[in-house]
């Protein structure tokens, strides 16, 4: 250990880790990039000429707006379902023991470890052997299978964090079981919930694998664009929606983050 | 008269643990009663069957005349205080207080009033808009007695109040709680696992061990008077004495008990001594604790400080006045 030397680190590491960060980062900014290209056709570097003429022709496609939507309500409802069912699910795992506890906290964990193919395959040969047409539903079924993991993982913690005689003391002072639940349990989870949940909108909205088994003729925004890179029509306009997505994804993750941090900070000064 | 509390042959069991095991017990209204035994032995079962956390296996309680089976926590009239408090992190401590008001629909200014006032009660006026996270350990445990209290409890249950509380506090608190007691009337039923915390503040004592009271009686029956030698040893590690000791000196064959504060030390022979050897001497300030063998048995002997001691490994001879050697229930 060096304690007593300098805390900078050498040169060679400087520039590889530099490296490292651009190779990260570089094709993302190229995205964002191209969305301002006059070139069509193809992505030549350096673009011939910058204009903002697609983010109009974006906004008047409409094919681009039905997608957008369809991915929005998914992912709402996803993440709807998945907070009703990862809090109770996490309610129950730590706040009870009971049998075959420890398998259940597993089952619901394992969708997020499972590649998206293993659960998309697996969805859609239940969903045509129980005859259930691909539909709106079936996307958000299909979402809702890692959005609960991400909820409950959130919930189960925060859970775990908060006393659980707080709650009996609640019961003590005279508060029924609905009364506990607004007044006590819910201001306690509801940053890990809000978290969570923003998680998994996120989630729910750029997954293309699963969607692809799920959906039927529909198109979320991720499969939209993966449909407009084969056709070379307007590309730049793929690329606007890109910066769209990074957007509406980047943003509810990083409020996530401040917010969980938070929470640490307040269960860590109660003691 | 009614108890306040009344159990009748209450078991609770837990699988094949019980944990209470017909258990009867009755608590006077306006008393400041203990519950007091080792870990595991099924206080903390009990208070939680009076408090409705639990509900008992078999037998019955009331409270107040009143039928408790079945009865849910929030429609029984008793209010805990819990060990670690349980104050809500996310509520100031006005807030706190006025929670159990608040979820019984008094009107905003009514229950802040009734809020402050229970602070004042406990001596924390203005400490409303402060945090839980912001307070000391005994302040928290200051406001979870006023949180406790507001809700006018006719029977206030306390779990190891004191036991996060290093011993300065402990000690003011003891009298405090005492004193608030005694200015409210309200029947005080608290569970401990120290003895000295029991004998100095509860009117009556319940012993428990394995799930049964061992007895029930005031301070003064359960240290002076034990009835069996787990009391002898739990409460103020009694010097236990098998029967043929005892005959002895009493003529019956039966387990007895003697305190360590009633033993004399003398160097000769003398009278009708036991006859001991020192095995080592523990100074504890005020006194001095003696370990004793007298032929085997091994005896605590508790002498005032300064007292002249003999060295470890003499010879002593053990004399007691015959009035303080106690017979317990059990027969040899």
Known sequence: MRSDGSPSAPLGLKVAAACGLLFLHLPIFLIFVYAFTTEEKSFAWPPPGLTMQWFAVTWNRPDVWEALSLSVRVAAISTLVALVLGTLCAAAVSRTRFFGRETISLLVILPIALPGIITGIALRSAFSLAEIPFSFWTIVLGHATFCVVVVYNNAVARFRRTSGSMIEASMDLGADGFQTFRHVVLPNIATALLAGGMLAFALSFDEVIVTTFTAGQQQTLPIWMLEELIRPRQRPVTNVVAMVVVLVTLLPILVAYYLTRDGDQIAGSGK | ?332
């Open chain 2, 1 to 332: 008269m009614t108890s306040a509390v009344s159990f009748q042959k209450v078991s609770r069991h837990f699988g094949s643990v019980r944990a209470v095991d017909m258990v009867d017990l009755d608590i006077v209204p306006g008393e400041f009663f203990a519950m007091l035994g080792p870990s595991g032995s099924g206080k903390t079962t009990c208070l939680r069957l009076i408090a409705g956390f639990e509900q008992p296996t078999s037998g019955s309680i009331s409270i107040f005349g009143e039928r408790a089976e079945g009865v849910p926590p929030y429609r029984r009239n008793v209010n805990t205080v819990f060990q670690d408090y349980a104050l809500f992190p996310h509520l100031n401590v006005l807030d706190n207080v006025a929670y159990g008001l608040m979820v019984k629909g008094v009107g905003k200014l009514e229950r802040q009033k009734a809020a402050e006032e229970a602070l004042s009660l406990v001596r924390l006026p203005g400490y409303g808009a402060r945090r839980p996270s912001q307070l000391s350990g005994g302040q928290r445990q200051r406001v979870a007695l006023a949180r406790a209290l507001v809700n006018q409890p006719k029977v206030l249950l306390l779990d190891e109040p004191l036991g996060a509380l290093d011993l300065k506090l402990r000690e003011n608190m003891q009298e405090e709680l005492k004193s608030l007691q005694k200015a409210l009337g309200i029947t005080f039923v608290f569970v401990t696992h120290d003895q000295g915390e029991a004998l100095s503040m509860a009117d009556r004592v319940a012993v428990f061990n394995d799930g049964k009271i061992m007895q029930i009686g005031t301070p003064e029956d359960i240290y002076q008077r034990p009835k069996t030698r787990f009391v002898a040893d739990f409460v103020g590690s009694s010097n236990v004495l098998p029967p043929d000791f005892v005959q002895r000196y009493s003529g019956q064959h039966r387990w007895g008990s003697l305190r360590p504060e009633s033993i004399r030390i003398g160097r000769a022979a003398k009278g009708d001594g036991v006859a001991a050897r020192l095995v080592s001497t523990n100074y504890l300030g005020a006194t001095t604790r003696l370990a004793l063998d007298a032929d085997g048995l091994r005896l605590h002997a508790i002498v005032p400080a300064g007292a002249k001691l003999p060295r470890e490994g003499e010879a002593v001879v053990l004399t007691f006045n015959r009035e303080h050697l106690h017979l317990m229930d059990e027969p040899g």
